[in-house]
């Protein structure tokens, strides 16, 4: 079945540090790929999507590039902040339907 | 446009008693789907609704039953409370013109 690995939390930085979250992924077909965000408490907040081969989404700073070739959807971002600290979770949706996998997501610390 | 809205945010049953979770979307969004997410299990999909139809259906037993109304406000409910069944309840919805999914702020479950 359709799955998303992403690496395991949690990273620790310090501000302004580069950010990397990688993010593999197995299905069928071609599928549509997310980055949502969790703050404690909250429910989950789309960061960014990507719906074929090669496209780039990007929101507030963060970016993450679709490769087919690899299955990858990795998330980065230049400079982080203090308030980026929060679990960030991979997720695909496959062609057939909107059914959310999602990986296991990976907690980011930003230490001052 | 107002997010989605879900009642209650938080919630304590006993073990055995049933619960109704309900969830309002995005106004203009037809699609609501429902996930749970435990510290074990990560995120998991529970099922999807769209024009009051069941579209899509995950691996949970069938305690965990959902519908939705003509107005795409959607209900999901639990029978014979487990323990296990603990969780934050989260729900969905799309829009017609993307896969994207966008998040309420989740119902808390605990189950004593």
């Known amino acids: 079945g359709d799955s998303v690995t992403q690496m395991e939390g949690p990273v620790t930085l310090s501000e302004e540090a580069f950010l990397t979250i990688n993010c593999t992924y197995t299905?069928?077909?071609?599928?549509?790929l997310f980055w949502y965000v969790q703050y404690p408490g909250e429910g989950l907040q789309l960061l960014l999507k990507?719906?074929?081969?090669?496209d780039k989404g990007s929101n507030k700073g963060f970016e993450a590039t679709y490769r087919k070739e690899t299955t990858s959807f990795h998330l980065e971002k230049g400079s982080v902040q203090v308030s980026d600290s929060a679990v960030y979770f991979c997720?695909?949706?496959?062609?057939?339907?909107?059914?959310?996998?999602f990986g296991a997501g990976t907690i980011l610390r930003v230490k001052s | 446009k107002a997010g989605v809205t879900q009642t209650p945010r938080y919630l304590i049953k006993t073990r055995g008693q049933q619960v109704t979770l309900s969830c309002s979307p995005i106004?203009?969004?037809?699609?609501v789907s429902w996930y749970q997410q435990t510290p074990g299990q990560g995120l998991q999909f529970l099922f999807e609704?769209?024009?009051?139809?069941?579209?899509n259906k995950g691996n949970f037993p069938g305690r965990f039953s959902g519908r939705q109304f003509s107005n795409s406000r959607s209900e999901m409910n639990v029978s014979t409370l487990e323990l296990g069944d603990s969780a934050l309840y989260l729900c969905?919805?799309?829009?017609?013109?993307?896969?994207?999914?966008?998040f309420g702020p989740g119902t808390r479950l605990t189950v004593t």
């Open positions: 609704y769209f024009s009051e139809t069941q579209r």
């Open positions: 990507a719906t074929k081969a090669d």
């Open positions: 299905a069928t077909g071609y599928p549509s």
């Open positions: 106004s203009g969004h037809r699609s």
């Open positions: 969905a919805s799309s829009p017609a013109t993307g896969p994207e999914q966008y």
């Open positions: 997720a695909l949706s496959a062609w057939y339907g909107n059914k959310l996998v």
